[in-house]
């Protein structure tokens, strides 16, 4: 299971706390800061002696703030907040696995759906490693099938819900193919987050089209695997996994994908795992010009000449761990 000091990163001294996992009855007394967003300066939003109420919260929220920060001497003190708080959110016995997913759900999108929006690629990297570690910690939880997780995920297609979903999904095929170890799987949501990061470059105008894309918008769309790599690829805190799923989620076994028309086992695992979620999430959502096909249905057309792109393992895994509910 992940450490609680990896799920607060540790940033230039002060530990970020996202501001959805705060509730005002009981935010430690310590000092919390606040990023200006002119300078990207942290300055001081609270004193420790003053309390929270809720329309403090509800201002942060509404002013798209979504991180506050602790200084080094308090993040004991914040970090076993934080964990009870997750341990609480994920535990609730008093909730069913699908009351307590479904929570979980609107948090930890609520926090990738903001540094989407912020388009700054540490945060991102922060907001995904949160994420990443309450996703994989639900989904370790063996109550809940995959019927329940399809049936409990967000169909309307954003970025950021597709993003999540397909994070969510690598996670249970990965573990049901035995593919990574436990302490790995948190890499594995991650890479599925951080999968359409390249989307950013491309405009909306594009991506939220409600008519097909004429051939040349479709270029422009079909370079944000390459968009991805260049923004992530000098990074330190991303393994090679995790790069090759940003770049190469969209190439084909058949050598009929793109960016630059890999085949077979050129093709990283990894990325090949996500090819198979992202295929079948991208059917069963609904889409700006179509609405989502029933499960069955999305199998079918996967099926059909779709699958010689996939690789046949994980599609069958997949399948057959769907379908079984
Ligand atoms: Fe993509």
């Known amino acids: 299971m992940t450490p609680t000091s990896t799920i607060a990163i540790q940033c230039l001294g002060y530990t970020p706390i996202p501001v959805a996992l705060l509730s005002c009855d009981e935010v430690p007394m310590v000092d919390l800061y606040r990023?200006?967003?002119e300078t990207g300066r942290l300055r001081l939003y609270r004193a420790a002696n003053v309390p929270m109420v809720p329309e403090d919260l509800e201002r942060l929220v509404q002013s798209k703030v979504s991180w506050l920060y602790t200084p080094e001497v308090d993040q004991g003190e914040m970090q076993l907040y934080i964990r009870r708080k997750l341990d609480?959110?994920?535990?609730?016995?008093?909730l069913n696995v699908r009351e307590r997913f479904g929570r979980l759900n609107?948090?930890?999108?609520?926090?990738l759906g903001s540094a989407f929006e912020v388009d700054e690629t540490d945060e991102l990297?922060?907001?995904?490693?949160?994420?990443?570690?309450?996703?994989v910690r639900l989904l370790c939880q063996n109550e809940m099938t995959a019927g329940d997780l399809i049936s409990l995920l967000h169909h309307d297609y954003?970025?950021?819900?597709?993003?999540?979903?397909?994070?969510?999904?690598?996670?249970?095929l990965a573990r049901e193919m035995r593919m990574v170890s436990d302490s790995e799987l948190q890499s594995v949501a991650v890479a599925g987050i951080l999968h359409d990061v390249g989307k950013l470059s491309v405009s909306e105008r594009i991506l939220n089209k409600s008519q097909r894309l004429q051939r040349r918008?479709?270029?422009?769309?079909?370079?944000?695997?390459?968009?991805?790599f260049r923004r992530l690829c000098e990074r330190t805190d991303i393994s090679y996994g995790q790069l090759m799923v940003v770049y190469q989620h969209h190439e084909r076994m058949t050598g009929k994908g793109y960016p630059v028309g890999a085949v077979g086992e050129e093709i990283h695992p990894w990325a090949r795992l996500c090819s198979v979620v992202n295929v079948f999430e991208s059917l069963i959502s609904n889409r700006p010009y179509r609405r989502r096909y029933p499960l069955t249905e999305a199998f079918?057309?996967?099926?059909?000449?779709?699958?010689a792109g996939l690789d046949r393992e994980m599609y069958q895994c997949w399948k057959q761990h769907?379908?079984?509910k």
């Open 35 to 37: 990023k200006d967003v």
């Open 88 to 94: 609480r959110l994920v535990n609730d016995n008093s």
């Open 106 to 111: 609107e948090v930890v999108e609520g926090i």
């Open 125 to 135: 990297m922060r907001s995904s490693a949160y994420v990443a570690s309450m996703a």
């Open 158 to 172: 954003q970025t950021v819900t597709h993003s999540l979903n397909v994070a969510y999904m690598m996670v249970t």
């Open 217 to 228: 918008e479709e270029r422009i769309a079909q370079k944000h695997p390459a968009h991805g």
């Open 300 to 307: 079918q057309i996967m099926d059909g000449p779709l699958s």
């Open 322 to 324: 769907i379908l079984k």
